[in-house]
């Protein structure tokens, strides 16, 4: 599992264009000891990315990896923790262009916050000048809810 | 800054495609919209309050509205109402936000209500006030309409404490749901509040301004549901088909009809031979291909299909024109058609559409399809009715004129339509002619005849 591989630096870059080339390249040499690893039978990567599209990564890694999933909305177990309002919400606050994007931990964060100070002060202290706009998409956003 | 995917993040369960383009624009009514189909989204993008009250307006469409405010799942309501009608539930439930609301108007309301009065679109008036209702606005509007047409303006403002009473009883996760109305396929609150409200005001629209009590409190009546719809007080447009395909019809002989000869058996005409030239006092039956018979298909007249077959068959090769409009109909459904022409009998005869609502219009069209002396028969019991399908004296006194100058003759029956073409009769009994024939009876004849009438 590479995780955020769009942080990994040139060396990693390369060093993953080996490994995830064939069963043949795939090794690595331990820079100390000499030591060369080899993948297990039925060795396979999976790689993570913040990315907004997978084109972004360079075309010769791109091109080791077949299938791309796009998961553009939070895990549930993830929204569990917050107010019913913010975590319906939240499914589809990921989705935004990355503009207007709000992540889940900043939701999170007006979670925690709003429970010592309200909804008005923490989207003033979270969102500053665009603490208004957060708070109406949020009434019409769990309009339904709020209603029930 | 405007969040649109989180006001719309989940609806009806499942995640809508989020992804809109903003565009910058003014806060003046009309320019902010949202365009489901292109999911682009133009509002005015300032700090200030109206801006803000723009923005959450545009917001609450992108939560509630369907993409598609109309289609065929409701044919008998006109677009602008069903618009009129959305921007009031939005309206109305920011107001029940705690949005203000009252920061929508732009000043232009008043001009609005100023230049419709003048104009006397009624429709317009109501579909106008059902969008502006709830946020203030339609206190300018209606002000501005009662310098110009008072009645309206009162009409205006009964219709408003309805409209306000009925949506206090909308509970609020009602006017909101976005749950899919599985039959049609709509947001539930859409289905349940919008719809019945641009019924509401289609059926106002339909109606006319009250000018006295009475009428004002039919018109409050008429809102309630399951009520009768208020007068318009006028005919509706008459909307020919023209979807109808034409079958060839086998010929026919031809009605008959007297006309004078200076030969014949019978002396029919006894004073042409003082007053006519050429002394044409013999009457002679001539079969003749023209004429036109109007059929009223109205529900009270209860013609069954079959006898209009049967009339069809066994009729002449006449013009023959149907007619009859859906009561309070705004949607331009046909309310005319050719059922035979020289084209042939069309292969299926519209069903009437309950009310009559185009008796002037009809009667109207059907006397520029009559050749000069052919006969023209008005199948109708005498009941002249407004576009709202309320029965009217004036309307019928209009009728009875026409009926009198154009020389129509007018049966109730397809059978005493069938007589008539085969006698030749030109005369009408009032007495059979429900309203029309009270005002041809006050009309058509003199003190003197009425006079020798009662000795009789």
């Known amino acids: 599992m590479v995780d955020e591989v769009d942080r990994a630096s040139g060396d990693v870059l390369s060093l993953l264009l080996a490994m995830t080339d064939s069963d043949e390249s795939a090794r690595w040499i331990h820079p100390h000891t000499g030591e060369v690893v080899r993948p297990a039978p039925g060795f396979s990567v999976v790689m993570t990315s913040n990315m907004e599209h997978p084109d972004e990564l360079p075309a010769a890694l791109r091109d080791r990896f077949p299938i791309a999933v796009a998961i553009d909305a939070p895990a549930p177990a993830a929204v569990n923790h917050l107010r019913g309002d913010l975590a319906q919400v939240a499914m589809g606050a990921g989705r935004s262009p990355s503009s207007r994007r709000i992540s889940l931990r900043t939701l999170r964060a007006f979670d925690d916050l709003a429970r010592h100070c309200g909804d008005v002060e923490s989207a003033r202290i979270i969102f500053g000048d665009k603490a208004n706009d957060f708070l109406d998409a949020l009434a019409i956003g769990s309009a339904e809810m709020r209603a029930s | ?337 050719i059922i035979a022409d020289a084209r042939g009998r069309c292969t299926h005869i519209p069903s009437g559409n309950v009310g009559n609502g185009v008796d002037g219009p009809a009667l109207a069209f059907a006397a520029t399809r009559r050749r000069a002396g052919d006969p023209f028969i008005w199948v109708s019991d005498g009941q002249v009715t407004d576009s709202a399908d309320h029965p009217s004296s004036p309307m019928a006194q209009e009728c009875a004129d026409f009926v009198r100058r154009h020389r129509v003759v007018v049966r109730p029956s397809l059978e005493g339509a069938l007589l008539a073409l085969k006698n030749g009769e030109k005369s009408n009994n009032p007495a059979d002619l429900g309203r029309v024939g009270r005002h041809l009876w006050h009309r058509g004849i003199t003190l003197s005849q009425a006079a020798s009438r009662l000795s009789r």
């Not at chain 2, 008043?110 to 606005?137: C, I, K, P």
């Not at chain 2, 403002?157 to 009883?169: D, N």
């Not at chain 2, 641009?198 to 106002?204: D, E, F, N």
């Not at chain 2, 026919?252 to 007053?275: I, M």
Request: with cysteine; proline share 6%; charged share 25%.
């Open chain 2, 1 to 337: 800054m405007i969040y649109p995917e989180i006001a719309g993040s989940i609806r009806d369960g499942s995640l809508r495609d989020p992804l809109w383009e903003i565009e910058g624009g003014s806060n003046r009514r009309g320019d902010a919209h949202c365009d489901f189909a292109q999911r682009r989204l133009r509002v005015p993008l300032g700090p200030d309050r109206r801006d803000r009250i723009v923005r959450a307006h545009e917001l609450a469409h992108v939560r509630l509205s369907p993409d598609a405010l109309s289609d065929s799942r409701w044919p008998d309501i006109p677009l602008r109402a069903l618009q009129c009608a959305e921007e009031l539930r939005v309206n109305d439930y920011l107001g029940r936000l705690g949005f203000e609301v009252e920061l929508l108007r732009d000043g232009s309301e008043a001009a609005s209500g100023e230049q419709l009065s003048h104009s006397h679109q009624w429709d317009e008036m109501v579909f106008f006030y059902f969008a502006v209702h709830r946020t203030g606005a339609e206190k300018d509007y209606v002000r501005a309409i009662r310098r110009v047409d008072k009645d309206a303006a009162a009409s205006l403002t009964a219709i408003g404490a309805e409209l306000s009473a009925s949506l206090r009883q909308v509970p609020a996760d009602e006017l909101a749901s976005v749950e899919r109305d599985e039959l049609h396929d709509a947001p539930r609150g859409y289905v349940s509040v919008t719809i019945p409200l641009a019924r509401m005001a289609t059926r106002l629209a339909g109606a006319s301004a009250a000018n006295n009590r009475d009428d004002l409190r039919r018109l409050r009546r008429s809102m309630h549901p399951g009520s009768r719809r208020a007068a318009s007080g006028t005919f509706a447009p008459l909307v020919l088909a023209t979807d109808l395909t034409y079958a060839p019809r086998a010929s026919r002989t031809g009605a008959r009809r007297v006309t004078r000869n200076s030969s014949g058996r019978v002396v029919r005409y006894p004073a042409a031979l003082l007053v006519d030239p050429q002394r044409r006092i013999f009457g002679e039956w001539r079969r003749s291909r023209g004429g036109v018979v109007l059929i009223d298909q109205s529900g009270s007249m209860d013609l069954p299909q079959e006898s209009i077959d049967h009339f069809l068959a066994i009729a002449p090769a006449l013009t023959i024109i149907g007619y009859s409009h859906r009561p309070g109909d705004l949607t331009g459904v046909p309310n005319a058609w």
